[in-house]
């Protein structure tokens, strides 16, 4: 099935032009997700029973424009189906008559909540209902990786605070997006744009994030570190 919600764009979401972040825009795809779940019979508080939870691993948005504070949206998910290893969720955030604003796909592992393992989705999705319709032309996400004809430059460091946690207990995903457009102006300039995202490993309470960043072309290409790894790769692209 398809879920879709109609809301009013946040204005607390908004930037000082009034036009929604990107990081805002990615947690109204979260909303919409959980909200979706919900009414499946596999949201958060059904899966926490199990002791289980969706976590986001890849994503890719399309940004086509980044709608105005009040603006009446129309934001729409489903499931494509699922590998046994990753649950494929399209997301379309449209206006009212019809524009699309923001097209994007995501890959989702389910995880035992206390060993933070991938758990096979064959018992949890064989027989959930699937929609085939892709959202954008990117289906398959690729694995990110820092090219080796650019240097990186460290331009930042975090610490991982309490704010920055979601309810699976580790840093939501929109946080590490903030972070990166916060030193990225590409969606000042008014033109469409794509972000694809990597989340490899989760950070955690008190540790020390840096944030490297890759430019070439006409792209950004941020690297989040933790004191264990790379947690999190962005590329931030111009869109011809």
């Known amino acids: 099935m398809v879920y879709t919600m109609q809301i009013q764009c946040p204005s607390y979401l908004c930037d000082s032009n009034d036009l929604l972040h990107t990081w805002a825009a990615v947690r109204l795809c979260q909303e919409v997700t959980e909200y979706h779940g919900n009414v499946t019979g596999i949201g958060f508080e059904e899966l926490k029973a199990k002791n289980m939870a969706w976590v986001i691993s890849r994503a890719y948005y399309e ?99 309490n704010s920055m946690l979601d309810h699976t207990q580790h840093v939501n995903n929109s946080e590490y997006i903030r972070w990166a457009f916060d030193k990225c102006d590409i969606q000042q300039a008014g033109k469409p744009y794509s972000l694809e995202v990597n989340f490899n490993l989760e950070s955690r309470i008190g540790e020390q994030l840096s944030l490297c960043d890759y430019s070439y072309n006409n792209s950004h290409l941020f690297c989040i570190n933790n004191p264990r790894g790379v947690s999190a790769l962005m590329q931030i692209s111009d869109i011809n």
Request: hydrophobic share 35%; glycine share 6%; charged share 25%.
């Open 63 to 161: 940004v086509w424009r980044r709608p105005h504070a009040f603006e009446e949206l129309i934001l729409s998910t489903w499931s494509r189906g699922s590998n046994g290893v990753f649950g494929f969720r399209d997301y379309l955030m449209k206006t009212t008559k019809g524009e699309t604003l923001l097209a994007g796909t995501s890959y989702w592992p389910l995880i035992d909540f206390t060993t933070r393992h991938a758990v096979r989705l064959n018992n949890i999705v064989d027989n959930y209902e699937n929609h085939p319709e892709t959202a954008c032309n990117v289906t398959k996400i690729k694995r990110l990786k820092p090219p080796t004809d650019a240097k990186a430059v460290m331009i930042d460091t975090k610490h991982v605070a």
